[in-house]
């Protein structure tokens, strides 16, 4: 008996090619990011780039916002088809560019181009879910959408470390080549099947996307002169970086977010501080677990993958509170979640400075800074779209996605700059990595107290 439209699963034959294209692409964009982690350290050093190591994240992360913003007011005038096709190609020339790479010059500009692809093509498939699934299946599909990224999150470093330890780490980039081809093979006909070819009218003056370059541009200015601020060239770099930030930041942002006006404006500050952290302390966890500790990479790459389990665990039983009562906790949950991230981000810190190993603090840290963010992600984005006015959820989805690609490319490029001023100095790199964790306890106790500011909208 055939099922009917309303029966139907988005693993039944009309969506099961696009389905599964979905999650390989999703699957393959996560694995990359996640395996960078696990192998920077090595390619830092084979490329003799220590000094740069925080742009091998910083300029995938600032590039993928300028490429979601610049596709996703683009897409209704060049079409799904040609916008996908597009965030591919993009996407696979900085694969290529990142895996030949000679030197880390090399490798930050195949990073850059990653990262625009990326965020361009994670765009495309947002819009391909709208058009291509009827609405009961729509959250099933976002469902599978976040699933795609557990299965990356714990195999992902370890397999990188891997490839590394017995291989080279260029085997990694390479690897991502047939996945994102076989998702390509899959998705391509569904997007050539929702692409009309019809120019609709441009309904936006691309000022979003000018303030997103130069949003780019100011934050790359600006780690750029703090990684060389011991001179005035630095000085001046870092003050004009901030100078062309400030005005993008405060239109890409919800209004008051500067003054950590309560509700909403709370809630993204909060937010773009513990994933800053998160995401900071989880790069710099690994730099000193292979380069100060000595570990091989493939270990080091199971610590970040108990992270990602611990995320994993606490996003589960978030959902199971929310449930029972009713979000009614959801500020002690944000407050709990964040506390979390302080005592990991200490333990972080005891990890790279302790004598010896360090490696049951290291593994602690990656457990609590984990949990902490899964609690407090989930929540804290709920709470914000609980702000939401009908009509603007699409606004509020873009800051939270725009806070979670900037906080972080920022927070890591400063602690890239700190490892500079280190090697500059003379230091030492254990100094400048405990130096960039410092500033990650700075950001998560600060994200602790302005917490207390996070109201959730109770009209509704």
């Not at 996703?72 to 560019?97: C, D, E, K, M, P």
């Not at 470390?161 to 080279?168: A, D, H, I, N, V």
């Not at 449930?323 to 005592?343: H, P, S, W």
Request: charge should be positive.
């Amino acid at each position: 008996m055939s099922k009917t439209k309303q029966e139907m699963g988005i693993f039944d034959a009309p969506y099961r090619a696009l389905t599964i294209g979905i999650i390989l692409a999703v699957t393959t964009v996560a694995f990359e990011g996640l395996a960078i982690t696990t192998i920077a350290p090595s390619v830092a050093q084979k490329l003799q780039g220590i000094h740069l190591y925080g742009w091998i994240f910083s300029a995938f992360l600032l590039s993928q916002i300028v490429g979601t913003m610049i596709i996703g007011q683009r897409i209704n005038t060049n079409g799904v088809f040609a916008s996908f096709v597009t965030s591919i190609f993009i996407f696979l020339i900085g694969i290529i560019i990142a895996a030949t790479s000679v030197n880390m010059i090399m490798l930050i500009t195949g990073r850059v181009l990653q990262g625009f692809g990326a965020g361009a093509m994670i765009t495309c498939v947002y819009y391909i879910i709208t058009l291509g699934y009827p609405n009961q299946l729509r959250t099933k599909i976002l469902a599978m959408f976040s699933a795609a990224y557990i299965l990356p999150a714990l195999i992902g470093p370890y397999i990188a470390g891997l490839l590394t330890e017995y291989f080279s780490w260029r085997v990694v980039f390479w690897l991502v080549l047939p996945l994102i081809g076989l998702a390509v093979v899959l998705t391509l006909p569904a997007f050539r099947k929702f692409s009309t070819g019809e120019k609709k009218a441009v309904t936006t003056t691309g000022r979003k996307e000018g303030y997103a370059i130069f949003l780019a541009i100011g934050t790359g200015m600006l780690l750029s002169g703090l990684g060389m601020i011991t001179n005035w060239k630095g000085i001046a770099l870092s003050v004009i970086g901030v100078l062309v930030m400030i005005l993008p930041l405060r239109e890409l942002l919800p209004e008051g977010t500067f003054r950590v006006r309560r509700g909403l404006p709370a809630t993204i500050f909060s937010r773009g501080l513990f994933v800053a952290c998160y995401h900071a302390t989880e790069s710099y966890v690994v730099l000193a677990l292979t380069d100060v500790k000595k570990l091989p990479a493939d270990l080091a790459g199971l610590i970040v993958a108990a992270g990602a389990l611990s995320w994993s665990a606490a996003a589960w039983l978030q959902t199971r509170l929310d449930t029972k009562d009713q979000g009614l906790g959801r500020n002690k949950r944000v407050m709990t979640g964040i506390g979390f991230m302080v005592v990991g981000v200490i333990a972080v810190m005891l990890a790279v400075s302790l004598p010896g190993g360090g490696i049951i603090f290291a593994v602690f840290s990656q457990i609590f800074t984990g949990f902490g963010i899964g609690l407090a992600h989930p929540t804290t984005g709920a709470i914000a779209l609980q702000h939401t006015q009908t009509g603007k959820e699409g606004e509020i989805s873009a800051s939270l996605q725009f806070t979670d690609a900037f906080s972080p490319g920022l927070s890591i490029g400063i602690g890239g700059a700190f490892i500079a001023i280190s090697q500059t100095l003379h230091w030492g790199l254990i100094t400048g990595i405990l130096i960039a964790l410092s500033l990650q306890l700075l950001f998560a106790v600060v994200s602790f107290v302005i917490s207390f500011r996070i109201k959730p909208n109770t009209s509704i």
